[in-house]
Every structure is written in structure tokens, then in C-alpha cells.
């Protein structure tokens, strides 16, 4: 993690920026047992950008018991391509929940939910039309990050929660920085983990070569291609492999690959001799095609792109809405979201007033890291959520 010392900035005359960088201590837990998934259907939702579903399902998962009051729920919100199964055996954060655990299940409900416009079991463009039976495909109308939140909120009350610690990474973090400045009323404490206010040009230009490579398949059909019997692999697997060099970092891949020779077979025709990281790009964008839908990539890097927490009124005027502690998680090789950026977010907070902790992860592994780097985010992330959990983040 990285270091902190007396002369970090704070703004003891407005709000409170701590700066925190704890020793990790690795402590082996006991999983959580495998969480079935379960769906919600929700009614209709008007959408942020106009347009209307007339009927909003959510596909989820939880583990721990809510409490009699409601207000024990920990959100656990998922990055692009990721989904519900955040604990348990395979779970994508699966070491920071579970009994004993960062988010410990003992005390908490954790919720999970897999987002709107996605295609793992959540309403998107793969589900039928009420109107014609048929996919929606390019039908569906564009989502934000605001109406991923609306439909998250709709599911937490119907299952009777009152209070909520929103936490997630990536597109996330986009999602609990939604939380916190939208939904401030049922919000206790919120943790945007690599994540800011919004995208830069370049991650923006990064998702559209990434949507142009899945339209430019010529089994892409317009999105027609369930109704035609067909799927734009090649387009999606291009879509993936330019998403996996923009969450590593050049660190990590110097020390993943560096210039090594290809170990494994070219999953294409090859061009001259090809390299150990061809491979590894190839392999996850091959891997990608069979678990997710390619429009629902599209739909969901356009909200990425269009998230802007100071939309409709400005950052500060959004940021002011924030009634919670907030934790904020930057990470050192991180380029897709810099670590300076999400510190420049965390002292804009705490000149608002606001009670604002940050920490700074120092990792090879870029973006990636706030799922890799497990005893370092336990160590952050654990005492932010019990402090929450029992109704104060500061002693």
C-alpha cells in the first residue's frame, strides 16, 4: 500500500480527508456456501435518456441473513463483464466475503445483482420484447448508470432493506458513487473502488474501437444475430482483448510475459512468430464468447461512457448530495482510471465537507488489481465496512 505520513493533506476546516495504508495480515476464512440465483421482477422503469421498460427483471444472489431493521445490507456491485457471483467458489471477490471476512457475513446481508442491460439473467438486449416475443436486440432503448442504480434500488426495497454500504470496482465504483449522490437517503456508507466521476477520452475511445471491432463482424447482422442463428465471436473476442490491455499495466505485462515466445497454439491463422501474451489475448477473447452477449457489451461500455456524476446540475452540486462516509480506493499502475484522478476526487469531497477516507493500492497489476490483491484490499476495505456496519466509520 502505499505510504502515509503526518504531512498528507487534510482539510480540517471543511471536511475530513484520511488518508490510510494499513499492513495487510493474511487470515485464512472459511468460505460461504453456494448462493443460488434467484430473480426479482420489478414493474416497469422509465429510463434516465427517455424510453420506458415495461417490465424490469434482476437477476441476484445474496449470502448472510438481513436483519429485523433492514440496515445490515452490503451491495456488492459488479464491473463490466463480471456478474452476481461475487462469493462462494468462484466468485470474483470471492476472499473479501464470507464468515470472518472483509465483508463479513456474519454481520452483514451481502446482496449482489446482476446489472440491467447485462445478459446474465437481468432484463438487456437479449431478453424477449413484451411486444414481440423477440429479443429486443438493438430495440432496447440506451441505459445509463443511473437506471443500473434505479432498478438496484427498486430490488433493495423490495427485499425489505433500509440502510446499505454500496461498494464495487471498475463500473462499480461508477455504480456506488451513484448510490451515494442519487440515493443518498438509504445510503450508510459507500466505497467506489478504482473508479471516479467518470471516464477520460481515452478509456471512451478504448470501448468504441472495442464496439466498432463487434458491429464490424459480419455475423453482427445489425444485432440480429440470435433471430438470424448466428454470433459475432470474432467481433466480440476483438471487443475483450482490447478491454484485458486496458486493465493490466506495462508492469504487468513485463512481468506476465515480457517478450516470451508463444507457449501455446495461435487460436488464428499466425503472422510470423507470435508471443506468450498473443496468446493470453486470445484466449480471453475467446473465453468471453461464451458467457456474454455482444450487444449487451455495446450497451453497457455506452453507459460506462456516458457516466458523469455531475450531470443535471454539476459535480458539486451532486457531490454535496453525498450524506455518508465514503471510501475511495486508487490504484499506483492504474491507467485506466489514475490513481491521481480518484485522490483528486477524494479531496474535492472533503473540501465539500464531507467525511472522505482514501487509500492507495500499490500493485504491478493496473487496473485489474482490485481483484487480485486480496490481503491489501482486506485491509482497506474490512475495517471501512465494519465501522459502517456498526453505524460509524470513524472511532
Given at each position: 500500500m502505499a505510504d502515509t505520513s503526518p504531512n498528507q493533506p487534510t482539510h480540517p476546516r471543511r471536511g475530513r480527508l484520511h488518508v490510510v495504508a494499513p499492513a495487510p495480515a493474511r487470515?485464512?476464512?472459511?468460505?460461504?456456501?453456494?448462493?443460488?440465483?434467484?430473480?426479482?421482477?420489478?414493474?416497469?422503469?422509465?429510463l434516465e435518456l427517455g424510453g420506458r421498460l415495461e417490465q424490469v427483471t434482476l437477476a441476484y444472489r445474496t449470502w448472510g441473513r438481513l436483519n429485523a431493521t433492514g440496515d445490515n445490507a452490503v451491495v456488492?456491485?459488479?464491473?463490466?463483464?463480471?456478474?452476481?457471483?461475487?462469493?462462494?467458489?468462484?466468485?470474483?471477490?470471492?476472499?473479501?466475503?464470507?464468515?470472518?471476512?472483509?465483508?463479513?457475513?456474519?454481520?452483514?446481508?451481502?446482496?449482489?445483482a446482476n446489472v440491467l442491460g447485462g445478459c446474465q439473467?437481468?432484463?438487456?438486449?437479449?431478453?424477449?420484447?413484451?411486444?414481440?416475443?423477440?429479443?429486443?436486440?438493438?430495440?432496447?432503448?440506451?441505459?445509463t448508470i443511473g437506471d443500473i442504480v434505479a432498478a438496484q434500488r427498486?430490488?433493495?426495497?423490495?427485499?425489505?432493506?433500509?440502510?446499505?454500504?454500496?461498494i464495487g470496482g471498475s463500473i462499480g465504483g461508477f455504480q456506488a458513487l451513484e448510490w451515494a449522490t442519487r440515493?443518498?437517503?438509504?445510503?450508510?456508507?459507500?466505497?467506489?473502488?478504482?473508479?471516479?466521476?467518470?471516464?477520460?477520452?481515452?478509456?471512451?475511445?478504448?470501448?468504441?474501437?472495442?464496439?466498432r471491432a463487434i458491429m464490424a463482424d459480419p455475423d453482427w447482422r445489425g444485432g440480429e444475430y440470435a433471430a438470424e442463428g448466428v454470433f459475432p465471436a470474432q467481433g466480440l473476442a476483438v471487443a475483450?482483448?482490447?478491454?484485458?490491455?486496458?486493465?493490466?499495466?506495462?508492469e504487468s505485462m513485463a512481468l506476465r510475459f515480457g517478450r516470451t515466445p508463444a507457449t501455446r497454439p495461435s487460436r488464428y491463422p499466425s503472422f510470423g512468430p507470435t508471443f506468450d501474451v498473443e496468446g493470453y489475448l486470445h484466449h480471453h477473447g475467446a473465453a468471453l464468447t461464451k458467457r456474454f452477449d455482444?450487444?449487451?457489451?455495446?450497451?453497457?461500455?455506452?453507459?460506462?461512457?456516458?457516466y458523469d456524476v455531475g450531470r443535471d446540475g454539476g459535480g458539486e452540486r451532486w457531490l454535496g448530495e453525498i450524506a455518508a462516509p465514503i471510501f475511495l480506493l486508487g490504484i499506483t499502475t492504474d491507467w485506466l482510471f489514475p490513481a491521481a484522478d480518484v485522490r483528486a476526487l477524494a479531496e474535492r469531497?472533503?473540501?465539500?465537507?464531507?467525511?472522505?477516507?482514501?487509500?492507495?493500492?500499490?500493485?504491478?497489476?493496473?487496473?485489474?488489481?482490485?481483484?487480485?490483491?486480496?490481503?491489501?484490499?482486506?485491509?482497506?476495505?474490512?475495517?471501512?465496512?465494519d465501522r459502517a456496519l456498526a453505524g460509524t466509520v470513524r472511532p
Open positions: 487470515i485464512e476464512r472459511p468460505e460461504v456456501d453456494e448462493a443460488p440465483l434467484q430473480t426479482a421482477e420489478l414493474g416497469p422503469l422509465d456488492v456491485l459488479h464491473a463490466l463483464t463480471g456478474d452476481s457471483r461475487a462469493a462462494g467458489e468462484g466468485g470474483w471477490w470471492s476472499p473479501l466475503i464470507g464468515p470472518g471476512r472483509a465483508i463479513d457475513t456474519d454481520r452483514a446481508f451481502v446482496l449482489s439473467g437481468s432484463t438487456g438486449p437479449a431478453s424477449p420484447d413484451p411486444l414481440t416475443g423477440r429479443p429486443y436486440a438493438m430495440r432496447f432503448p440506451l441505459i427498486r430490488l433493495a426495497e423490495r427485499l425489505g432493506i433500509t440502510r446499505l454500504v454500496a440515493h443518498p437517503d438509504l445510503v450508510a456508507a459507500a466505497a467506489p473502488v478504482a473508479a471516479t466521476g467518470a471516464l477520460d477520452p481515452q478509456g471512451v475511445s478504448l470501448n468504441e474501437i472495442g464496439r475483450r482483448m482490447i478491454g484485458m490491455v486496458t486493465y493490466h499495466s506495462k455482444a450487444n449487451a457489451y455495446l450497451y453497457l461500455t455506452r453507459a460506462m461512457d456516458l469531497l472533503a473540501e465539500l465537507g464531507k467525511d472522505v477516507t482514501y487509500a492507495e493500492l500499490a500493485s504491478p497489476h493496473g487496473h485489474d488489481a482490485f481483484l487480485k490483491e486480496w490481503d491489501d484490499l482486506a485491509a482497506v476495505i474490512g475495517p471501512f465496512v
